[in-house]
């Protein structure tokens, strides 16, 4: 069972990953004219459209890494410490740190990207968004060398 | 219910005070509630490890939603000329500042 959850909130977080990105792209690096190549397609999507994805998808791979969090804590974090893995073990600190405040500005960003014609929060929506990404990224990669450093062995 | 008007008020304020509440609950462990992973029991407040280790990332999320919910509610309902000012940057710039906070209060994880 926590191995289809893992997989699962895996699943979940790729298809996030890809949300963000495209919209973090397209806020940052927007296209200018007619995109031709693989990357120009990727920057010339519309951001608004990712809002409520993102959301959703937020919460559902947070809420699944929450309920998988006391496997990891019993049997991965505790082997971690043993093997004296420092760094691997910081870096899922930052990560449920850093998931965490994004679930706090969840509904912020979901406010500020209603209205994306509003001027005044420009800034605020691109910066958000950015955050988003990074927690997101960073979150996707510490799962992944966690689940190779210590794999279904769970 | 929030008013048009507050709704800004509302999301700014909660995602700085969450920040700020979420950082001070895990330096202090301000838990609302523990939960023991060996024996799949929760707690209220924060009690020590017995069976196994104490979980409180959960109590510090909910301290932390709730505490902010409540300032945010209070902060919406607060005159409008009070927070006509409010910097909307103050919902990234807050969680920016905790999420730097906790890379400094991890720093021995990658220091040795």
Same mark, same amino acid.
């Given at each position: 069972?926590?191995? %289809? ?16 990105? +495209? ?13 031709? !190549? ?13 809002? /409520? =994805? ?34 691997? /073990? ?30 005044? +929060?420009?800034?605020?929506? =691109? ?20 689940? /190779? ?6 | 219910?929030?008013?048009?008007? !507050? ?15 979420? *950082? *001070? ?17 929760? +707690? ?17 999320? =909910?301290? !932390? %939603? ?21 910097? !909307? ?24």
């Amino acid at each position: 069972m926590i191995v %289809a959850l893992l997989i699962l909130h895996g699943l979940l977080a790729v298809a996030l990953l890809g949300a963000v990105t +495209h919209q973090a792209l397209s806020v940052w690096l927007p296209a200018r004219k007619t995109a031709s !190549s693989f990357v120009a397609r990727m920057r010339g999507v519309t951001a608004t459209s990712y809002v /409520n =994805a993102i959301v959703v998808l937020y919460a559902l791979t947070a809420l699944l890494g929450g309920i998988i969090y006391p496997t990891y804590r019993l049997n991965v974090r505790i082997v971690l410490e043993q093997m004296q893995l420092h760094v691997p /073990n910081g870096a899922f600190e930052l990560k449920e740190h850093f998931v965490a405040l994004g679930l706090g500005m969840l509904p912020a960003y979901w406010y500020f990207w209603r209205a994306p014609e509003a001027i005044e +929060h420009a800034r605020a929506r =691109a910066v958000l968004t950015a955050i988003l990404a990074f927690i997101v990224w960073w979150g996707f990669l510490v799962g992944h060398v966690l689940n /190779n450093i210590r794999g279904f062995d769970l | 219910m929030i008013a048009a008007r !507050s709704k800004p008020v509302f999301v700014i304020t909660f995602a700085a005070a969450y920040a700020i509440l979420y *950082v *001070v609950s895990v330096q202090y462990n301000l838990a609302l509630f523990t939960y023991h992973a060996a024996t799949e029991e929760f +707690h209220f407040l924060v009690q020590p490890a017995s069976d196994g280790p104490a979980m409180y990332w959960y109590g510090w999320l =909910a301290t !932390s %939603a709730l505490g902010a919910s409540a300032i945010a509610a209070l902060t919406s309902w607060l005159p409008s000329a009070s927070t006509k000012r409010l910097w !909307s940057g103050l919902a990234w710039s807050t969680p920016l500042v905790v999420m730097i906070v906790f890379v400094y209060i991890l720093r021995r994880y990658f220091m040795q």
